[in-house]
């Protein structure tokens, strides 16, 4: 039998709560799981893709819920009065859990005309929008959550965002202090958007695996495809960098997202990217 249960706010011991049984809320979710994609913050979905965690349960933001086994007799029913604290609902399906995060757009309270057998007013009650696709599946046979926006589910899967990690000032100033970077134009680490601060992180990973060969080949890729919009000092080995959007192609050439394509020889820049294996 299938259960739909609310998480409700200010709740501790027992957060959820039942609302109801034996109704399917999401009939038109497919999801391949061989098809999904595992999660990475630089890669950008295509409009049927998911992101996935493999052995989600091991994770340190995976809910308690998700580890046991589900008996719905262990839940109370949801009380009228607590309508409006729904933080999200979540209904089991069969082996599989799906989430949704409730936000106040989704409550409606409003007078609706209902086209049945014959047209009737229907007075605005409380109600809540129920979305045709979930923001989040668990498969608990093969232990794995898969999402479309980690933004989202942050809210769902506390600590989750993690995964989503932006350099700090520290590690943006440190990193604006390499040797291969001439700052110009009194640019710092202030002035580093959001975005940049994610491929910081990232970039230093990158970086901390490359060999010392690798890290002076790879200031020669970047200078190759961004000649024209990065000054390149060839004697001292840096790269001017005067704006964000400087920086910005420069931490992409550190992922080496630009490639020329096989047929035509045009130099392009890979929004997004994904391990083939």
Partial sequence: MDHVLARVKRLIKKPFLKIVSDHTLYENTNVSLAACVPYSPDHNLDEDSWFKIEQFSQQPFCIDLLKGNFDSKDYDDLKKKQFSNIAYILAIQGDNFYFQKVTPSLFIKKKFIDFGEAAAIEEGGNRLVINDQPDAIYFKESDTLVFRNLATISSIFKGIDALYREATQQEAETFLQSEFIDLKDNY???????????????????????????????????????????????VAKQFE??????LKLLLYGIEQRFYTTLFGQEKRLANSVQPMS
């Fill in 241 to 246: 960098i005067s704006t964000d959007d400087e």
């Fill in 188 to 234: 710092d680490a202030s002035q580093v958007s959001k975005p940049n601060r994610k491929r910081i992180a990232l970039a230093i990973d990158s970086l901390a695996k490359m060999s010392d060969q690798d890290k002076v080949g790879i200031l020669s890729y970047i200078d190759e495809y961004c000649e024209q919009k990065l000054k390149f000092d060839e």
